[in-house]
């Protein structure tokens, strides 16, 4: 087992191990990606605050994330199809995060279901939900989200139409998905993952199969997938939403100020500052550049957080001065690798 010290070391591991196809739905972004590399660019660009001459003797990244206690300002994001990077993905990540004391979301898109990862772990996780254009099929999942005991719901509002990846299309993960002489290949030269994947009992959505008239395979589903996406989701869902599902809510894919501002009017309990991991709006702001408006503007009534830094090194976070219970607190982002979660640093330890 190689030492690990960072994230880029996990990135090399998966690189190495998982198909090539499936490693980069997890690492690329939208079109030209330039949004993905602002992300990574404008975090690495911030220097922490040095002090020197103050007791650190009793240092802590303990905080609340809706009002648990966890034991750093971090949570696991959601991540689609989770479990072909390796089987039971959702699972083993769930248990991960229970065991260190951070949140873990479990994706709509998952290859585990809710009651897979409810049956596997025995404790709270949060749920992120798509609102579809099927609103009975969306109205199930939260109820079945209900029924597993999830803790909060996080409804993604960035996907009402799904952003062109180049690199999926060039590696056949289209809908349908398209085997190449060259994925093939790729998938005999990783045998460890692809014997792990192929006898796994869970190998297709995990939240759809058995639910969706006709799905019988992954194809059949991704290809329903592509026509539920909805683009005519609004504000009024969101009201829909909290209204059926009656627990903590939160907004993911806020990065404009006038959507931050309607945000914190909704009755949600926080924000995801949030560009989906450059892999939406490509030409997008950083999520770290838009943070510093958003949480002066509305920190005041609402928890904001962020995501969009797995590439880097550090996240920074602050308790707000004049809201002391409210915060900005990091957010791994869409990544397989979105599993082992690193320190975001904190000032309250200053």
């Not at 083993?92 to 065991?99: G, V």
């Not at 799905?215 to 059926?244: C, M, N, Y």
């Not at 939406?280 to 830094?309: C, H, K, N, T, Y």
Request: glycine share 8%.
């Amino acid at each position: 087992m190689p030492v690990v010290t960072n994230i880029d070391d996990l990135r090399e591991m998966a690189r190495k191990r998982v198909a090539r196809a499936i490693f980069e739905y997890v690492d690329c972004g939208a079109y030209t990606e330039c949004t993905l590399r602002a992300n990574r660019a404008d975090i690495e660009g911030i220097g922490l605050r040095q002090r020197v001459g103050i007791d650190v003797d009793r240092r802590s990244t303990k905080t609340t994330l809706l009002g648990r206690e966890v034991t750093m300002p971090v949570a696991l994001a959601p991540v689609g199809l989770l479990g072909l990077n390796w089987a039971n993905g959702e699972i083993l990540a769930a248990r991960a995060a229970h065991q260190f004391g951070v949140p873990f979301t479990l994706s709509t898109m998952s290859i585990c279901s809710i009651e897979d990862v409810a049956e596997g772990t025995g404790k709270p996780f949060w749920f992120q939900l798509y609102v579809m254009r099927d609103r009975g099929f969306a109205a199930s999942l939260i109820e079945r989200a209900k029924a597993a005991k999830c803790s909060a719901l996080v409804l993604t509002l960035d996907l009402q139409i799904q952003g062109q990846r180049h690199r999926d299309l060039k590696n056949g993960l289209a809908v349908p998905p398209r085997l190449t002489w060259g994925t093939a290949l790729d998938i005999l030269r990783k045998p460890a993952w692809a014997l792990n994947v192929m006898t796994s009992k869970r190998k297709t959505f995990g939240n759809l199969a058995g639910r969706i008239p006709d799905a019988k395979s992954l194809t059949t589903l991704s290809q329903w997938i592509a026509g539920q996406f909805d683009p005519t989701l609004s504000w009024k869902d969101v009201e829909w939403v909290k209204r059926h599902w009656g627990g903590p809510l939160v907004l993911k894919g806020i990065l404009d100020l006038e959507d931050a501002r309607i945000a914190a009017q909704s009755g949600a309990d926080a924000i995801v500052v949030s560009n989906h991991g450059g892999r939406q709006l490509d030409g997008a702001v950083s999520s770290i550049r838009a943070l510093p408006e958003i949480a002066d503007a509305v920190g005041d009534r609402i928890d904001v957080w962020f995501d969009g830094a797995s590439a880097a090194d550090r996240a920074c976070s602050r308790r707000s001065r004049s809201a002391p219970r409210r915060r900005w607190s990091a957010a791994l982002s869409s990544t397989a690798w979105a599993r082992w979660a690193r320190p975001a640093c904190c000032r309250r330890c200053r």
